[in-house]
């Protein structure tokens, strides 16, 4: 493996979840400032760049509370951004049943209605990536810049990041079946 630049911006108790194995997926409706107007996989490898600011209580299922004080409890001093793992994806899925972002329920840590209101909010549909997750070898604490701040999905790092040494936090057998759940779930022909 060689080094990463880019990183995708994710609520802190959700990079948490994905850090810890308890969910291997992100669910996305894309930033305010996202370049088309409409989410887009523009990185299939990046860094897990954990956010504060809309993370909500209530939007998390009750099991992963302890996670979201946990994020809370470990965030890093005012002004510094730090990245611990990164992610792989090799495609998505595009919903625009509600009824098929529900099923998914129990593979991530957003709250019902969570989903439901990401999934309604301006045109009807959400986005799922399936991620295999890495922990690198190292923490890296770095400046949180005026350019990466808004709501945006993706930023481009003052620097590439090495992420030689990295270990991954599901076996290849347990990511695996995250993928088999995934289409059993959301049918192939939903992939994009």
Known sequence: ??????????????????????????????????????????????????????????????????????????????????????????????????????????????SAATVKSRFEYKHPGLFVLPVRVYKAAQAFDLPETAHYAGCRSWVELERELPTDAATPVLSDEAYQEVLNRLDRLLKPTALA
């Open 1 to 110: 493996m060689s080094g990463l630049r880019h990183a995708f911006k994710e609520w802190a108790v959700i990079c948490k979840a994905l850090a810890e194995g308890r969910q291997a997926i992100v669910l996305r409706k894309g930033g305010v400032a996202e370049k088309t107007g409409e989410f887009q996989v523009e990185h299939p490898r990046f860094w897990l760049y954990p956010t504060y600011v809309h993370q909500q209580r209530d939007g998390v299922t009750a099991d992963i509370l302890p996670l979201l004080e946990q994020a809370e409890t470990e965030r890093p001093p005012e002004g510094i951004v730090r990245l611990t793992h990164f992610a792989e994806t090799a495609g998505v899925y595009h919903l625009h049943n509600l009824a098929a972002a529900l099923l998914l329920g129990g593979m991530h840590s957003w």
